[in-house]
C-alpha cells in the first residue's frame, strides 16, 4: 500500500561547475503529499527535472516506483507541470482541449492520431478539473487559474500515480488558489494520487501537505509540518528574521 513511488539517493547536480544539488536523498511513498520549500535558486526546479527525467544526475541514483531512473519508460505514470506554464501571451495558437491532448502525445508517439479512447480521456481530465466548458477558449485568454486548471489537465490526461507541480499558484488569485487545493485534495481522496509541490510560501504549503522537504542544495530538513515549525529550519534556510516572521501569522 505504501511502497515508495520515488527513491533519491545521493543524487548531485551541477550546471557546468555551479553544483545546484548535492547529496539528495528523498524517500516518497505511495499516496503522500510533499511540498518540497525553499528559497529562491535553491535547487527546486532542478530537483523535479532530475525526477521526470529532463536532466540526469551527475551523481547518485533515482528510482521510480522501483525502477531505476535509466530503465524506466512508464512516463505516463508521472504527470508534471512546470514552472511558469501559465506565462503564455495572448496570441498562443492553441485551444484548451489541445494543450490538455498534448499530454498524450508521450502516449501516442508522434504519428499517431487521436480516436475515440483519447477523447475520452481529454474529456474525464477536464472534467475532473472543472475547465470543461472552456475546451474551445484559446489557452493564451484564459485567466491565471483557468490556465493552471488546463495544465492540470494536461498532466493528469495520462492518468498519472504521481503528480509533480512546481510553483502552482504563483499568478493564481486567492479564490482560484483555494479551488486549487481542494482540487488536490480531491484528487489524493478519489484517486490515492502522489503529490509533489514546489512551493516557496512555506506558510501555506505547510497548512496543506502531509509531508515537508527543505531545500538549500542540500535537504535540510524532510518529515512533518508540526516538526518543521518545531525545528530550526527555517533560520537555517532563509537566516534568523524569517522565523519571527511566518511565526506572526
Ligand atoms: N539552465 C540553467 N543553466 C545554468 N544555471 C541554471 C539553469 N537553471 C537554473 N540554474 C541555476 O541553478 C540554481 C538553481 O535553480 P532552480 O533549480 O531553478 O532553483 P529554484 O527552482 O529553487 O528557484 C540557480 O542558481 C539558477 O540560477
Ligand atoms: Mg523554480
Redesign the pocket.
Known amino acids: 500500500m505504501h511502497e515508495p513511488v520515488l527513491e533519491l539517493s545521493g543524487v548531485s547536480f551541477s ?2 561547475d ?1 553544483a ?1 544539488l548535492e547529496d539528495i536523498n528523498l524517500i516518497v511513498n505511495s499516496g503522500d503529499f510533499l511540498g518540497i520549500v ?1 528559497p ?8 523535479l527535472k532530475i525526477i521526470v527525467g529532463l536532466l540526469r544526475p551527475a551523481t547518485g541514483t533515482v528510482k521510480l516506483f522501483g525502477i531505476k531512473r535509466h530503465l524506466f519508460r512508464e512516463w505516463t505514470r508521472v504527470g508534471y507541470v512546470p ?1 511558469k506554464v501559465t506565462a503564455f501571451n495572448h496570441g498562443f495558437p492553441a485551444t484548451a482541449e489541445e494543450v490538455v491532448m498534448s499530454g498524450l502525445t508521450a502516449m501516442l508517439g508522434v504519428f499517431k492520431r487521436p480516436g475515440r479512447h483519447e477523447r475520452q480521456m481529454v474529456d474525464e481530465a477536464m472534467e475532473n478539473t472543472g475547465v470543461s466548458q472552456l475546451r474551445k477558449r484559446i489557452i493564451g485568454e484564459l485567466s491565471g487559474g483557468q490556465q493552471q486548471r488546463v495544465f492540470i489537465a494536461r498532466a493528469l490526461v495520462s492518468r498519472p500515480q504521481m503528480l509533480i507541480l512546481d510553483e502552482p499558484t504563483v499568478g493564481v488569485d486567492v479564490e482560484a488558489q483555494g479551488k486549487f487545493y481542494e482540487l488536490l485534495a480531491e484528487l489524493r481522496r478519489e484517486q490515492g494520487i502522489t503529490l509533489l509541490m ?1 512551493s516557496h510560501d512555506i506558510g501555506v504549503v505547510t497548512e496543506k501537505v502531509q509531508s515537508v522537504a527543505c531545500l538549500n542544495k542540500k535537504l535540510y530538513f524532510h518529515g512533518s509540518p508540526e516538526d518543521f515549525w518545531a525545528g530550526e529550519n527555517l533560520s537555517q534556510l532563509y537566516g534568523s528574521p524569517v522565523r519571527a516572521l511566518y511565526h506572526a501569522h
Do not use: D, F, P
Not at 40 to 47: A, C, D, E, P, Q
Open positions: 550546471y557546468g555551479k545546484v525553499g529562491n535558486g535553491s535547487g527546486k526546479s532542478t530537483l514552472q514546489v
